[in-house]
């Protein structure tokens, strides 16, 4: 069983910018978790989509966004990027429980110049 | 809301030693404590994991062990080998809710050959 795919692996954007960052599930798991990591302040939670819903939020601005996809997959935005962006953008699937066990996919690094 | 503190953020042992890893958290209404690993380049892959209703639980060389009255979960790594060589997180929930994870700081564990 093929595990949580994220595409780009890798990203370099200025101030100011917009992103998409995609993220693909395990074939079955219904529930999408995104997660901000930096050595400052470790896995922070973002968002969760289930069934196409945003079912839980995290303390971030409203310039970090998502949405769900009737195939389960699923985007995040990040619109007007500041430099403290700059971060592994993890996604993670489970099942259909946020405490369900949770399989990350390998990140996306996003550098913000 | 739930703050899960995690000791020591750095710790180097010599092949063939234990380790222990431990977190406390702050909300008496989590009951599930998942042990995370992640590697360079990779994702946080879920190593054991913990629900209120017991005490310890092993897996192989790898034990957790869990204290709700004093709110503190361990990690417990016997027979250290250098492939057991990267960063640890533990993170604290309340399960049946569906309430996202709280991740502690990490451990970043090296074991010498």
């Known amino acids: 069983k093929a595990g949580v795919t994220q595409t780009p692996r890798y990203l370099i954007k200025t101030r100011g910018q917009q992103v998409t960052l995609s993220c693909s599930p395990i074939?079955?798991?219904?529930?999408v978790s995104w997660y901000q990591q930096t050595p400052g302040q470790g896995l922070q939670f973002l968002f969760e989509?289930?069934?196409?819903?945003?079912?839980n939020k995290g303390n971030f601005p409203g310039r970090f966004s998502g949405r769900q996809f009737s195939n389960s997959r699923s985007e995040m935005n990040v619109s007007t990027l500041e430099l403290g962006d700059s971060a592994l953008y993890l996604c993670?699937?489970?099942?259909?429980?946020?405490?369900?066990?949770?399989?990350f996919g390998p990140g996306t690094r996003l550098t913000v110049l | 809301g739930e703050n899960v503190e995690q000791h020591p953020s750095t710790l180097s042992v010599q092949e063939g030693d234990s380790a222990v890893i431990k977190c406390t958290y702050s909300?008496?209404?989590?009951?599930?404590f998942p042990w995370y690993k992640q590697e360079l380049g990779k994702g946080p892959q879920l190593i054991i994991d913990?629900?209120?209703?017991?005490g310890e639980k092993k897996d192989q060389r790898i034990a957790v062990t869990l204290n709700k009255t004093a709110k503190h979960f361990s990690l417990h790594i016997t027979e250290t080998q250098p492939e057991d060589s990267a960063v640890y997180f533990c993170?604290?929930?309340?399960?049946?809710?569906?309430?996202?994870?709280?991740f502690g700081k990490g451990t970043r564990l090296s074991v010498i050959a």
């Open positions: 989509y289930f069934s196409e819903t945003q079912r």
């Open positions: 074939s079955g798991h219904r529930s």
């Open positions: 909300d008496s209404a989590s009951n599930y």
């Open positions: 913990i629900r209120s209703n017991v």
């Open positions: 993170a604290a929930s309340r399960g049946s809710g569906n309430t996202p994870l709280v």
């Open positions: 993670a699937s489970s099942l259909v429980l946020i405490t369900d066990t949770q399989y």
